[in-house]
């Protein structure tokens, strides 16, 4: 290998850490937003909610590093094949964890809107969606990380039981308000809570099947 073959691909290896870095923090600030708009709904906290809010500019900037540096990656270096399926993945997965984070944004979003701390925050499908996506999350960039394609796989089949919690609970709430006509208010921020708890799953899916792709170059199975 010649000094100028040899100079251009340890330019692409700190180029792909550098990206894999950024993906990474961005994936554990998205984590830990969701967490956090989850307590501050809980405990109706206004100051975390305002932080969780905050903290999605952080992510957003993230977003756009990762996007010029992919970019420029691309023009200077033209990978080929594996490499670039793995840009390409970094930059649709940067794209959807700047999603998560917009997500959690939204929760935090509906605490001040909130008169009081609400007793339906504690409802327990509601929580139990809460922990499951952030293990969710927690789990596709560990994926990512140690390059893992069967812990991929775990986290689709946990997406599943997201779906299905946030149907039961639109049963129970739309029950609830039926016999309490005073909380729709109440209710309607905690639909909209487990709406966007769902989409989180569903986007969080999305990031395994990309880890999936740029391990094997196929699709995820019933994916």
């Known amino acids: ?10 330019a692409f290896d700190d180029d792909m850490d550098e990206i894999r870095g950024l993906i990474a923090e961005m994936g554990a600030r998205a984590e830990s937003a969701v967490k956090a708009a989850m307590k501050a709904l809980s405990e109706h906290d206004i100051e975390l909610a305002a932080a969780t809010r905050a903290e999605d500019k952080v992510i957003d900037t993230l977003e756009t590093e990762v996007e010029k540096l992919v970019v420029r990656t691309i023009a200077l270096r033209a990978p080929m094949a594996d490499d670039l399926r793995e840009l390409i993945a970094a930059l ?10 917009d997500y959690a944004k939204n929760i935090a979003k509906r605490v001040p809107q909130m008169e009081a ?10 929580v139990r969606m809460g922990d499951i996506v952030v293990e969710m999350i927690r789990t596709a960039m560990d994926a990512y990380a ?30 609830y308000v039926a016999k309490n006509p005073k909380t729709a208010t109440e209710v309607a921020h905690m639909l909209f809570t487990a709406k966007n708890l769902e989409r989180i799953g569903d986007h969080t899916t999305t990031v395994a ?14 994916a």
């Open 209 to 222: 099947q990309m880890i999936y792709f740029t391990e094997t170059g196929e699709n995820l199975p019933d």
């Open 1 to 10: 290998m010649s000094t100028g073959t040899k100079h251009t691909v340890t």
């Open 117 to 126: 701390k609400s007793s339906l925050a504690a409802n327990e499908q509601l």
């Open 146 to 175: 140690k390059r893992d394609i069967d812990l991929a796989r775990t986290v689709t089949a946990r997406d599943d039981d997201v779906d299905q919690l946030n149907k039961d609970l639109f049963v129970d709430f739309v029950a």
């Open 92 to 101: 649709k997965m940067s794209a959807v964890i700047e999603r998560i984070g």
